[in-house]
Every structure is written in structure tokens, then in C-alpha cells.
């Protein structure tokens, strides 16, 4: 479904991406403005539903504001050492989670559940003095992750119905891990390219022009949000992506860092989500 295409992020640990007049702007021989970032989202829980933010600062690793990382939390079933995916658990995408409190923890809601807090700093502070590890497998891939305690593991055992479904988290301390060369991008990654729990890339972005057109060729319209994308980009022509290789969002004071992006083509249409949706 989706194909990748290497391209460098320039940014840097100093660079805050707004919403507020950030264009887009793709290398030729010269860089010349192709649009402009419309949405920012950030997924902290793998395979839950995502928080569209006005500002993120560009890791290598994905998205962050504040406390919240893209993808720095996942369900895992340890019976199996793997994680749950939306495409066969899609009730998950009704899990939301909210920032309160000053942002100091993320609260998680889904229905017919108590509301869950999780205390970010507590886990970050735990993970890095007192760790208790989970194992992950992933295809080729193997990644240990923090165990965020029987609260959380419980309620979503209670959700899902399932056992043996423990809430991990990947501190900002955890050592990076090299992206895997042997999926479907593998050839596209440079050697130093790192990543969390997002396993494909750090980033994926998506044009609003090419959606509504492949969107439009279809009998039941598919929104957006169902590709799950983390940059969506307005003012550009339908497909024109497909020959980006590098782009900058135009900001005050980046510094040039190496990152990988997915940008996202119509070859196959996603699973239909409007049912938990």
C-alpha cells in the first residue's frame, strides 16, 4: 500500500514545525515551494488514534512535542513477544488519547472504559533507573520496550478481551535502533537512519490533493486520517510527490538532519475503517 522514497528532513533539534505559514518547499536543482503543511499529527500509542498539534519538533525518530513521541508506545501480546496492529485489532483506533494537566501525562479513553492516565515522567524516570524490559519481534526486528505496569495492562486487556496484552513505552533514553533495511524501503535507507516503534519510517507524509483525487475515484470516499499520515501537506498538485527526493519546511533557524520519510502512494486502497471510526 505504501511505497517509500528517500529524502532528507532539514531540521534539526532546534527546529519547531508550525502550521503557521510553513511551506513545503522540494530540491530540484534549486529548492522551489511545492505547499503547504496543513496538519501535524502525533500517534504516542502504536495503532491508537492520533493528536493533530500547531508545532512539533523533528527528531529522527519521528514527531515530538512536549511529552509526546510518535509512536513511543505500544501494545504487546507477551505470550507471542509481538505487537497488536490496527489491521486486526481496528477497535483500537478508538482508543483516544488527550494531554491534561499541563501536558505532564497522556489520558486515554475509549468506550465503555474509566478514563487511564499515564504519567509520562514517571515512566521516563522508571524506565531509566528501575527498567523492567519487554521483548518485541518484528519481522526481522528485535526491540525491548518498558513495561508500563498492571494498571495499564489491565485496561486493555478489559477493551480488547484479550490476555497477555502488556502497555510498553521506549524512554528517550533507549539506545536508537537502526532502521530495518529488509522491509519494503530497506533499500531507500541510509545507513545511519534510526527509529522507534513506527518499524517502517520515522515519518509519513501525504499530499491533501492526491487523496481527494484517488479518493474520489472510489464509490465510498476514504478520509485522510485512515492512511494515518504525520504531515499532510495542502497547495500542491495531485502526485507530484511521487518525484520529490529532498524537501525543507521553511522555518526560522533549522539546522540540516538526516531523517527518513515515507510519502505515501495510491497503488492499493487502505482497509475500510468507517465502522469503528
Known sequence: MMHGMSVQ??????????????AIWCKTSAFKRVGRVSKLIIYPI?????IQ????QCTPTGLKYGILRDRSFMIV??????FLSLALNPSLVLVEPSLRDGGNGIWLDAPGMDTLKIAVDQLEHLATNSPSPVSINYKE???NGHDCGDTCA?????YLNKPNLRLVY???TAPPVLCNTKNKSGSLFQKDDVMGFNFTS???????SSQDDFAGRLENSIPITNFRPNITVEETIPYEEVQWTRFQAKSKGYREKTGFLEVLRFFQTPPDRKSVV
Request: charged share 15%; net charge positive; with cysteine.
Open 9 to 22: 528532513l532539514m531540521t534539526g533539534a532546534s527546529l519547531v514545525v508550525t502550521l503557521l505559514a510553513v
Open 46 to 50: 502504536k495503532s491508537c488514534r492520533g
Open 202 to 208: 520515522s515519518y509519513l507524509l501525504m499530499t491533501e
Open 141 to 143: 526486528l528485535k526491540m
Open 53 to 56: 498539534v500547531q508545532m512539533a
Open 170 to 172: 521506549l524512554p528517550m
Open 77 to 82: 501480546d507477551v505470550a507471542k513477544g509481538t
Open 154 to 158: 489491565q485496561w486493555f486487556q478489559n
